[in-house]
């Protein structure tokens, strides 16, 4: 007792407000994990007071209920709740985790067909990552998610296609052509979540940004007049391809996958002898951003990001979108 008295002589020399016992305040939240979105309650411990809830779409509740139901809305959900007795102020921080499962990504369908699981050259072929059930006699394909989801890319890469040890990507089609929105028109169906590649073919880019479709492609631009593909004439073996997905959920995260699937040859051997290589191919390299264009044996073609990377068949292709050769490659020309 007597310490008491020393104890409380000594809070009033500090200048706190007494003897009382510290409030206790404490907030949780019910359930704090779930497939978001879901309902869940705010519980307080404290005594009579008032209680304002500041959730984080910016709504604030002042209240005397030491209770709130509010919508777990959000992947990473917190909400800070502030007690008053009108002397005290005390708060507290809930969380909530939504526990929604990341998309799973399943093969993509070729051409509709369920069973079909290669690529021809240059065939016009359908790659749709759409959900497909299993069957008794075929697997499940596409992307598989409770949530809504898109398409962020889709590439089609083959080990033989390379420059400075990084794929040079098939070209992608998107018919009818939208900017961002991957679907495709095949067998006159518009498929969502898809898209058509030509396999091995890469051309350059026409002056819409898009590649030059080897066929009649809405919304890309069809050049008869010239020849367009940077591989023109070249042999290939079969190799085995890699087709890439990436997706994005509607919480902003992104899940890729990679499959590989074989891609059959194309005539790379006649009776007169074996046709030009890839390693034969004569194409030019420029940075899209830059004004220069390169040999595609020009050691500055290294330094150009892939992602970057424009490529053309002919020198005059390159002029004619403004490009100055090199001085390096072209040097003694
Ligand atoms: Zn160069």
């Known amino acids: 007792m007597r310490s008491a008295c020393v104890c409380c002589a000594a809070l009033l020399v500090l200048g706190l407000s007494g003897c009382e016992r510290p409030i206790a305040f404490d907030a949780r939240i019910e359930p704090s ?10 519980l307080c411990r404290a005594p009579r007071g008032e209680y304002t809830y500041a959730l984080p779409d910016g709504q604030v509740v002042t209240t005397a209920d030491a209770e709130l139901s509010v919508t777990v809305d959000r992947l990473q959900w917190s909400a800070e709740i502030r007690w008053t007795n009108g002397e005290q102020v005390r708060t507290d921080t809930v969380v909530a985790t939504g526990s929604n499962a990341r998309p799973t990504l399943f093969r993509p369908r070729i051409n509709g067909i369920p069973s079909r699981w290669f690529l021809s050259p240059f065939e016009r072929t359908l790659i749709d990552a759409s959900y497909h059930e299993a069957t008794v006699s075929t697997d499940v394909s596409g992307v598989l998610c409770d949530d809504a989801w898109h398409l962020v890319d889709v ?7 390379t420059l400075c040890g990084s794929p040079i990507p098939d070209s992608i089609f998107c018919p009818p052509r939208e900017d961002g929105v991957w679907h495709a028109l095949y067998d006159a169906i518009l498929c969502e979540n898809a898209c058509i590649v030509y396999p091995l073919y890469t051309a350059e880019l026409a002056a819409n940004g898009a590649p030059y479709a080897p066929r009649p492609e809405e919304g890309y631009v069809h050049s008869t007049s010239r020849v ?5 004439g070249i042999g290939f073996p079969s190799q085995e391809a890699t087709i890439e997905i990436v997706v994005e959920d509607e919480w902003g995260r992104r899940t890729s996958a990679v499959f590989k699937i074989p891609l059959h040859a194309t005539v790379y051997s006649t009776l007169d002898g074996p046709v030009p290589g890839p390693d034969d191919a004569v194409f ?47 040097g003694s020309d």
Do not use: M, N, W
Request: a positive charge.
């Open 155 to 161: 590439r089609l890469t083959c080990p033989l296609k």
């Open 284 to 330: 030019y390299v420029a940075d899209r951003r830059g004004v220069v264009y390169h040999r595609r044996t020009c050691d500055l073609v290294c330094s150009i990001a892939p992602s970057s990377r424009a490529y053309y068949c002919a020198q005059q292709h390159a002029e004619d979108a403004g490009l100055t050769p090199c001085s390096v490659c072209f």
């Open 228 to 232: 367009r593909e940077i591989y023109d």
């Open 33 to 42: 994990l779930g497939h978001v979105p879901y309902a869940a309650t705010i």
